[in-house]
C-alpha cells in the first residue's frame, strides 16, 4: 500500500525540549515538504527538499532543522528555539517525473502530526 | 508578487444544492494550479489540477473545477451537494518564479452542507 506516514499522530513536548518528527513515504518521490497548518492562516512551508542530501529553507524556517539522508525519510526537528512550536505539522511528497512534465508537481500528503508544548 | 486568493472564508450550502468554492490567482508565466480537501485532523487529499488543455476539470468525488484565464480563476463546483462534502478546501499555484516545484497556498475555505 503506497503512501506517506507520519509519527506519531500526537505529540507532547514539555518547553526546551527538541523533539523529531517522523515522515517517510513510499512512493518514490524525490521531493518532499514539511508544512505548519495554525487555525485560519493555511498551510506554511517550513523546509523542502527536492533530491537526497539537499534540501532548502522555506517560509518559516527558524527554530526547526531536516535531514534528508534516505529519499524514503524526511525527519522535521522542532528545537527549543522554535517560540510556538504548537501546531498542526504535515509533510508531503511529489514526483520527479521525466522531461519536466508538471504532473510531477503534485504534492500527497501524509495524515499529520498535533504538536502541543505543554 | 504571486499568490492565491480564496475570498470566502465559508461557504454554506444546502444538501443537494450546487456548490461553488472561489479562487483566484496571480502567477507569472503558465499557471498550474490545484483543488486540495482537509476533513477535521486529517492531511491534505488532492481533488484535481489544471496543467493544460480543457478549461473544465474533473476530479475526485464529483468536483470539477472551471479554469479561466482571463478572471484569472479556478473555482471549485459540485452541482449537488452532500452533507460529507464538509471539509476545508484549498487552493493552490505552482510557484513558477524558480525551478523548486514549491506551490503557493489559498488560506482555505471552510464548506458546510447543511441537510
Known amino acids: 500500500d503506497g503512501g506517506i506516514t507520519q509519527s506519531p499522530k500526537y505529540l507532547f513536548r514539555k518547553e526546551g525540549q527538541n523533539v523529531t518528527l517522523s515522515c517517510e513515504q513510499n512512493?518514490?518521490?524525490?521531493?518532499m515538504y514539511w508544512y505548519r497548518q495554525d487555525p485560519g492562516q493555511g498551510l506554511r512551508l517550513i523546509y523542502y527538499?527536492?533530491?537526497?542530501?539537499?534540501?532548502q529553507k522555506g517560509d518559516i524556517a527558524e527554530g526547526y532543522s531536516v535531514s534528508r539522508e534516505k529519499k524514503e525519510s524526511f525527519p522535521l526537528t522542532v528545537t527549543s528555539a522554535q517560540k510556538n512550536p504548537t501546531a498542526f505539522y504535515l509533510c508531503a511528497s511529489s514526483g520527479s517525473g521525466t522531461g519536466g512534465h508538471p504532473s510531477t508537481d503534485t504534492q500527497y500528503f501524509g495524515p499529520g502530526t498535533r504538536l502541543t508544548v505543554l | 508578487a504571486q499568490s492565491v486568493a480564496q475570498p470566502e472564508d465559508q461557504v454554506n450550502v444546502a444538501e443537494g444544492n450546487p456548490l461553488t468554492v472561489k479562487c483566484t490567482y496571480s502567477?507569472?508565466?503558465?499557471?498550474?494550479l490545484f483543488w486540495y480537501v482537509q476533513y477535521p485532523n486529517r492531511g491534505l487529499q488532492f481533488l484535481l489540477k489544471?496543467?493544460?488543455?480543457d478549461n473544465l476539470v474533473k476530479g475526485s468525488y464529483g468536483f470539477e473545477a472551471e479554469f479561466n484565464k482571463s478572471q484569472t480563476s479556478f473555482h471549485l463546483k459540485k452541482p449537488s451537494a452532500l452533507v460529507s462534502d464538509s471539509a476545508l478546501y484549498f487552493c493552490a499555484v505552482r510557484d513558477n518564479a524558480g525551478n523548486n516545484r514549491k506551490l503557493i497556498w489559498g488560506l482555505g475555505t471552510s464548506l458546510a452542507v447543511n441537510p
Open positions: 527538499s527536492q533530491i537526497v542530501n539537499d534540501f
Open positions: 502567477v507569472s508565466g503558465n499557471p498550474y
Open positions: 512512493l518514490n518521490h524525490d521531493a
Open positions: 489544471y496543467i493544460t488543455g
